[in-house]
């Protein structure tokens, strides 16, 4: 029973919250933007694989959890990045699969300056799982598995340098009235960093992240990250939320805050792992959540040169 009272809450908060953050929660996108951006695919001039596993709200029955796989990498004449995007995402009695093509169109600013044009056609899958709420009287909750299948696209601008980053992207941009379940509201992404020199073994980045949907309070992650001896990154990230696009009084709700601490290593030239553990400042404060990555390069056998080594 309690499982079931866990699942029918979540499934509420699905369909009675549309407008509230509904694409899968990160925060280890900082070593691979490409999960936010399309326009990143190729930015790190080799074939760069990411796999992430994320559990959120650890010890509720339900809480969501996320797999990832991103696979990108450029074409010979550096011009044109390509990458492929798995994502699955589980949250009560619903599953949502996906899988996206990413399309990233290189051009040079400067010797160091590089802008990137992406492009992400995709198909998205949701489940949901009625069985799991064990209710039969109700004839608005279905008794087995309803399927929905839709096409969605992915669009976003992505400038570097040696030193410093600037994105924006936009998701969820096919949009259909007609949808069964919840449809998942258009979300804009704006990313900014900078790589700072604290001294010949000490970097220093900071960098922010503002998600927005212009029907609920925008997301902010302030991020800092020291990187020591070009091998171990370690930092935080602080998520609120703020009223930014929307008057106060029509978007006065408690703000979702939550504090992630953040490392990952350079265990090999090619092979990187990391993790992060956040932790609710408000809500579900008692819960935990917990993410692991792991990267690899795959060089060619004459080294390629990386046009931003590990930094973005």
């Known amino acids: 029973m309690k499982m079931r009272i866990c699942y029918l809450l979540l499934a509420l908060l699905l369909t009675t919250a549309a407008s509230a953050q509904q694409n899968p929660q990160y925060s280890q996108y900082i070593f691979n933007s490409m999960a936010i951006n399309p326009a990143y695919a190729g930015s790190k001039n080799v074939l760069n694989l990411n796999a992430f596993h994320r559990s959120q709200?650890?010890?509720?029955?339900?809480?969501?959890?996320?797999?990832?796989?991103?696979?990108?990498?450029?074409?010979?004449?550096?011009?044109?990045?390509?990458?492929?995007?798995?994502?699955?995402?589980?949250?009560?009695?619903?599953?949502?699969?996906?899988?996206?093509?990413?399309?990233?169109?290189k051009l040079p600013l400067s010797e160091n300056a590089v802008i990137s044009l992406g492009l992400a056609p995709g198909v998205v899958q949701t489940t949901l799982d009625g069985s799991k709420f064990g209710i039969t009287e109700d004839p608005s909750i279905p008794t087995g598995k309803e399927t929905v299948i839709?096409?969605?696209?992915?669009?976003?601008?992505?400038?570097?340098?040696?030193?410093?980053?600037?994105?924006?992207?936009?998701?969820?941009?096919?949009?259909?009235?007609?949808?069964?379940?919840?449809e998942p509201e258009r979300h804009y992404y704006f990313t900014t960093g900078y790589l700072f020199d604290v001294t010949p073994f000490v970097k220093l980045k900071p960098s922010v992240l503002i998600k927005e949907d212009f029907n609920a309070p925008s997301n902010v992650d302030l991020n800092a990250f020291v990187l020591l001896g070009e091998r171990l990154w370690l930092g935080s990230s602080y998520r609120t939320s703020l009223n930014l696009f929307n008057e106060p009084e029509t978007a006065?709700?408690?703000?979702?805050?939550?504090?992630?601490?953040?490392?990952?290593?350079?265990?090999?030239?090619?092979?990187?792992?990391?993790?992060?553990?956040?932790?609710?400042?408000?809500?579900?404060?008692?819960?935990s959540t917990h993410e692991v990555s792991v990267?690899?390069?795959?060089?060619?056998?004459k080294e390629t040169k990386m046009l931003t080594p590990q930094y973005f």
């Not at 991103?70 to 990458?83: E, F, P, T």
């Not at 092979?271 to 809500?283: E, F, P, Q, T």
């Open 57 to 105: 709200w650890t010890g509720i029955e339900g809480a969501p959890t996320t797999q990832s796989l991103l696979v990108d990498g450029i074409l010979a004449n550096q011009r044109l990045g390509l990458g492929l995007g798995l994502t699955r995402d589980e949250i009560g009695a619903q599953t949502t699969s996906s899988i996206y093509a990413n399309f990233a169109v």
């Open 150 to 182: 839709k096409p969605d696209v992915k669009i976003g601008a992505y400038l570097h340098t040696n030193r410093f980053y600037a994105g924006v992207s936009a998701a969820d941009l096919l949009q259909f009235d007609d949808m069964q379940q919840v």
């Open 252 to 287: 006065d709700v408690t703000k979702r805050t939550a504090v992630a601490f953040i490392g990952e290593v350079q265990v090999l030239k090619q092979l990187r792992v990391g993790y992060s553990y956040d932790k609710m400042l408000n809500g579900y404060s008692n819960q």
């Open 295 to 301: 990267g690899y390069y795959f060089f060619q056998k």
